[in-house]
Nanobody, 123 residues
Framework: QLQLVESGGGLVQSGGSLGLSCVASGAAVGAYAIGWFRQATGKEREAVSCSSSSGRTKNYGDSVRGRFSISRDNAKNTVYLQMNSLKPEDSAIYYC????????????????WGQGTQVAVSS
């Protein structure tokens, strides 16, 4: 059974960078598209980015396009989210989850959600 664990969150100043990791166990991450999602306090969960299983297709939400970059190393069973030019509005708990395809990052298609990693961006 696929399990995903996020790491790499923390506190960073506005304009700074953070790199998140999503490590898979129980199954090969290369069999899945992996999406990153986030949920800020008091707000709905939103899609951030998604990588197809091969890594050739990458999707981004409008609010992060050009600042965030998704990548994966299937040999290491890990998917990464590099976050640059961070803004206070990027503060949230970041989750990764798996799906057969990215499906336009529709959350209902995703499963095996991790517990999340907290990102806080100070102004």
């Amino acid at each position: 059974q696929l399990q995903l664990v996020e790491s790499g969150g923390g506190l960073v100043q506005s304009g700074g960078s953070l790199g998140l990791s999503c490590v898979a166990s129980g199954a090969a991450v290369g069999a899945y598209a992996i999406g990153w999602f986030r949920q800020a306090t008091g707000k709905e969960r939103e899609a951030v980015s998604c990588s197809s299983s091969s890594g050739r297709t990458k999707n981004y939400g409008d609010s992060v396009r050009g600042r965030f970059s998704i990548s994966r190393d299937n040999a290491k069973n890990t998917v990464y989210l590099q976050m640059n030019s961070l803004k206070p509005e990027d503060s949230a708990i970041y989750y990764c989850a798996a799906a057969e395809h990215c499906y336009g990052m529709g959350m209902s298609y995703f499963h095996s959600w991790g517990q999340g990693t907290q990102v806080a961006v100070s102004s």
